[in-house]
């Protein structure tokens, strides 16, 4: 089992910045690919950013490309969302997840459903 949890979500200006960071625990974190997804209330959860196990390789949805920066520290066994730049559509809880999978990340890694664990998520709130 891993156990994922989010935290550093709040509520921000349009053009401000937050970090999100998710804790994990449990079986060999450093074997398991990270993504941070995101669902705004009415709509279907939305890929952002996957991260490999060794943080090589890195993929971003376009939406978020050039503003937020995924990451991993395993020392710490944290993976962080930095978020810059918000607009209001940023909007939305954002959960993160794991995939056991030690290649590289891509299109594969784009579907909630590929991801083993979840956490509880973290409410990202940007007023205009």
């Known amino acids: 089992q891993v156990q994922l949890v989010e935290s550093g979500g709040g509520l921000v200006q349009a053009g401000g910045s937050l970090r999100l960071s998710c804790a994990a625990s449990?079986?060999?974190?450093?074997?398991?690919?990270m993504g941070w997804f995101r669902q705004a209330p009415g709509k279907e959860r939305e890929f952002v950013a996957a991260i490999s196990w060794s943080g090589y390789s890195t993929y971003y949805a376009d939406s978020v490309k050039g503003r937020f920066t995924i990451s991993r520290d395993n020392a710490k066994n944290t993976v962080y969302l930095q978020m810059n730049s918000l607009k209001p559509e940023d909007t939305a809880a954002y959960f993160c997840?794991?995939?056991?999978?030690?290649?590289?990340?891509?299109?594969?890694?784009?579907?909630?459903?590929?991801?083993?664990?979840w956490g509880q998520g973290t409410q990202v709130t940007v007023s205009s």
């Open positions: 997840a794991a995939d056991h999978n030690i290649g590289p990340v891509g299109v594969g890694n784009t579907q909630p459903g590929e991801y083993d664990y």
């Open positions: 449990g079986r060999t974190f450093t074997s398991y690919a």
